[in-house]
């Protein structure tokens, strides 16, 4: 049988199903939610976990007039007894508020009344209604015109739930996708405290002391404090990353990934996708990122020789991290170190959190990293304390993106002392430069994993060194360059026509062998005669560094050729 199209992207059930797409089935959600539901269910998880597409499998299955054949041979499908007391018996509002977004208050609400707008449109039969009266209809038709006032915005979920009741008879299902996004977008942009205030009034109206409603569902990244916006709320529900409850259903686990990989002949490639997308842990299972996979998966299919790269994280943004990064005083900066080399950092973690309450303490960005996915939990916390480490090769990838992009602001961008080093190489001052490089080593933050090759570890300087050189503007500066019996790791021609630089990078695997293998490297300049080169463009003056690093420490040997 022909593989199914991967649905990249495809948030809605019944579209997923209808067309045909290869889907992983999450639909025991259903029956678990039944089993353990509260009135006001919160799911956090972080972004493109499969959040959307579970809320709108509940809402196929639950609203009335639903389809059934959605459903044939998925899981749930085998409880008969289920299906027959819910499938297709419930009203439903949906509302998603992933796109209320704006650069000031006024874009956003405009955003979010137009997403009440799309909801109140999809329930325009009630405009027919025999149960409601000429004022309810009149109420609900202020809502289709997208540009509702403050009150009307307020009360919009409580009025198509009730609206929904007396035209039905029966109870109402609200669900509310990503409803922390306003929030965070607002906190961005600088109207925090307005959005919170609208958003909770929205929420209070529907959520609290509610007749019309039957349960609720809610998912987002960050578990917003009940005093910001559940005010008075004592029916909800939160069912967090470090819950065992519902752990399964969000993200893709181990055997469901070997399954995938299996029905599209590519199980050699499960080593990479478990390195790359694998890691992260929601309560007691380990579970890979959906969108990651998928979209690694339909690419493997068009092109088999393809490396991983960083699906996720070029979709999710990263601000978090990068403000992580500009806040880490000397022993943040360290425990960033041990993180990238692997290790395990134990930290108190809040998992409710205001969002402007993010930057008031370097601890709180500890927890929003947790919540939204940077980090993952090792093993059970132990009252509050959490055992956190970077999931995978793809967060990896982050932090060292940020890491040099900190290096490049902080330290390339302060020109007088970069002039001062720059000019150490054409004054053959090597002891300069090492004290330069020795005090920026110093300061930045590794990225080194320590179990890496030595090869891999003179690449990392190598670059770090290149970095800083083209600090220079007037400077034609040549990495790797063919010359004389071999390849020279850095050849610089200055403004002045007759100097030449030549720089060859080694690893020491120990402090006391640096100096060692700075002389190794200038013994390597001169056998394989890389100043050839510079010497065939007319210049004469030829300056030579061999400099070796280890860890946090270099040593310069110069020589003039």
Same mark, same amino acid.
């Given at each position: 049988?022909?593989?199914?199209?991967?649905?990249?992207?495809?948030?809605?059930?019944?579209?997923?199903?209808?067309?045909?797409?290869?889907?992983?089935?999450?639909?025991?959600?259903?029956?678990?939610?039944?089993? #353990?539901?509260?009135?006001?269910?919160?799911?956090?998880?972080?972004?493109?976990?499969?959040?959307?597409?579970?809320?709108?499998?509940?809402?196929?299955?639950?609203?009335?007039?639903?389809?059934?054949?959605?459903?044939?041979?998925?899981?749930?499908?085998?409880?008969?007894?289920?299906?027959?007391?819910?499938?297709?018996?419930?009203?439903?509002?949906?509302?998603?508020?992933?796109?209320?977004?704006?650069?000031?208050?006024?874009?956003?609400?405009?955003?979010?009344?137009?997403?009440?707008?799309?909801?109140?449109?999809?329930?325009?039969?009630?405009?027919?209604?025999?149960?409601?009266?000429?004022?309810?209809?009149?109420?609900?038709?202020?809502?289709?015109?997208?540009?509702?006032?403050?009150?009307?915005?307020?009360?919009?979920?409580?009025?198509?739930?009730?609206?929904?009741?007396?035209?039905?008879?029966?109870?109402?299902?609200?669900?509310?996708?990503?409803?922390?996004?306003?929030?965070?977008?607002?906190?961005?942009?600088?109207?925090?405290?307005?959005?919170?205030?609208?958003?909770?009034?929205?929420?209070?109206?529907?959520?609290?002391?509610?007749?019309?409603?039957?349960?609720?569902?809610?998912?987002?990244?960050?578990?917003?404090?009940?005093?910001?916006?559940?005010?008075?709320?004592?029916?909800?529900?939160?069912?967090?990353?470090?819950?065992?409850?519902?752990?399964?259903?969000?993200?893709?686990?181990?055997?469901?990934?070997?399954?995938?990989?299996?029905?599209?002949?590519?199980?050699?490639?499960?080593?990479?996708?478990?390195?790359?997308?694998?890691? @992260?842990?929601?309560?007691?299972?380990?579970?890979?990122?959906?969108?990651?996979?998928?979209?690694?998966?339909?690419?493997?299919?068009?092109?088999?020789?393809?490396?991983?790269?960083?699906?996720?994280?070029?979709?999710?943004?990263?601000?978090?991290?990068?403000?992580?990064?500009?806040?880490?005083?000397?022993?943040?900066?360290?425990?960033?170190?041990?993180?990238?080399?692997?290790?395990?950092?134990?930290?108190?973690?809040?998992?409710?959190?205001?969002?402007?309450?993010?930057?008031?303490?370097?601890?709180?960005?500890?927890?929003?990293?947790?919540?939204?996915?940077?980090?993952?939990?090792?093993?059970?916390?132990?009252?509050?304390?959490?055992?956190?480490?970077?999931?995978?090769?793809?967060?990896?990838?982050?932090?060292?993106?940020?890491?040099?992009?900190?290096?490049?602001?902080?330290?390339?961008?302060?020109?007088?002392?970069?002039?001062?080093?720059?000019?150490?190489?054409?004054?053959?001052?090597?002891?300069?430069?090492?004290?330069?490089?020795?005090?920026?080593?110093?300061?930045?933050?590794?990225?080194?994993?320590?179990?890496?090759?030595?090869?891999?570890?003179?690449?990392?300087?190598?670059?770090?060194?290149?970095?800083?050189?083209?600090?220079?503007? #007037?400077?034609?500066?040549?990495?790797?360059?063919?010359?004389?019996?071999?390849?020279?790791?850095?050849?610089?021609?200055?403004?002045?026509?007759?100097?030449?630089?030549?720089?060859?990078?080694?690893?020491?695997?120990?402090?006391?062998?640096?100096?060692?293998?700075?002389?190794?490297?200038?013994?390597?300049?001169?056998?394989?005669? @890389?100043?050839?080169?510079?010497?065939?463009?007319?210049?004469?003056?030829?300056?030579?560094?061999?400099?070796?690093?280890?860890?946090?420490?270099?040593?310069?040997?110069?020589?003039?050729?």
């Amino acid at each position: 049988m022909e593989n199914r199209m991967l649905p990249v992207g495809i948030d809605s059930f019944e579209k997923l199903r209808k067309e045909g797409f290869y889907y992983i089935d999450k639909t025991l959600l259903v029956q678990e939610l039944l089993s #353990n539901w509260g009135e006001v269910n919160l799911f956090t998880r972080p972004r493109r976990f499969g959040k959307t597409l579970n809320m709108s499998m509940l809402k196929s299955f639950f609203e009335i007039g639903t389809d059934p054949s959605l459903f044939q041979g998925l899981a749930i499908s085998q409880n008969r007894k289920l299906c027959e007391a819910y499938m297709g018996r419930f009203p439903v509002v949906f509302l998603s508020l992933k796109d209320v977004d704006g650069l000031n208050f006024e874009e956003a609400r405009s955003m979010l009344c137009r997403m009440i707008q799309k909801e109140t449109r999809r329930l325009q039969f009630l405009m027919d209604s025999q149960q409601l009266s000429a004022l309810d209809k009149q109420s609900f038709s202020v809502l289709t015109d997208g540009n509702a006032e403050n009150s009307a915005i307020v009360n919009a979920l409580a009025l198509l739930t009730e609206l929904l009741y007396k035209h039905y008879g029966q109870k109402v299902i609200l669900l509310i996708d990503e409803y922390d996004v306003p929030l965070e977008k607002a906190f961005q942009h600088g109207y925090y405290k307005e959005m919170t205030a609208l958003i909770r009034s929205l929420f209070g109206q529907a959520l609290k002391t509610n007749e019309s409603l039957q349960f609720a569902v809610l998912t987002g990244c960050l578990r917003v404090s009940k005093e910001s916006i559940f005010t008075g709320l004592n029916n909800l529900k939160v069912l967090s990353i470090a819950d065992v409850r519902f752990d399964e259903y969000f993200g893709f686990t181990d055997s469901e990934v070997r399954t995938l990989l299996k029905d599209y002949n590519l199980s050699k490639h499960y080593d990479a996708v478990k390195e790359w997308y694998d890691g @992260y842990r929601f309560g007691d299972v380990e579970v890979y990122c959906p969108w990651d996979v998928m979209n690694h998966v339909d690419r493997l299919c068009a092109e088999p020789d393809a490396e991983p790269q960083a699906y996720w994280i070029n979709t999710s943004g990263n601000e978090l991290v990068k403000r992580f990064v500009k806040k880490a005083d000397r022993t943040t900066q360290n425990e960033i170190e041990r993180l990238i080399a692997g290790e395990v950092i134990r930290k108190k973690v809040r998992l409710e959190l205001t969002y402007d309450e993010i930057d008031s303490s370097i601890d709180h960005l500890w927890s929003v990293l947790f919540t939204t996915g940077y980090l993952t939990q090792a093993g059970k916390p132990e009252k509050g304390v959490y055992q956190l480490v970077i999931p995978n090769r793809e967060v990896q990838e982050v932090f060292l993106l940020q890491i040099q992009e900190w290096f490049k602001e902080t330290v390339i961008q302060d020109t007088e002392p970069m002039k001062t080093f720059c000019r150490s190489f054409l004054e053959g001052n090597a002891h300069g430069i090492q004290t330069y490089l020795t005090m920026i080593l110093s300061r930045m933050i590794s990225v080194l994993d320590t179990k890496a090759r030595n090869d891999q570890k003179e690449n990392f300087y190598h670059g770090l060194l290149l970095g800083l050189l083209r600090s220079e503007p #007037n400077w034609l500066i040549l990495s790797n360059a063919e010359s004389g019996e071999g390849f020279s790791d850095i050849l610089i021609e200055p403004e002045n026509p007759d100097t030449g630089i030549i720089i060859e990078v080694k690893y020491a695997q120990t402090m006391a062998g640096l100096e060692t293998m700075s002389e190794s490297a200038m013994k390597q300049i001169v056998v394989k005669q @890389y100043d050839a080169r510079l010497r065939q463009e007319g210049r004469t003056n030829i300056l030579a560094y061999g400099i070796a690093f280890c860890k946090k420490r270099c040593w310069v040997t110069f020589q003039a050729l």
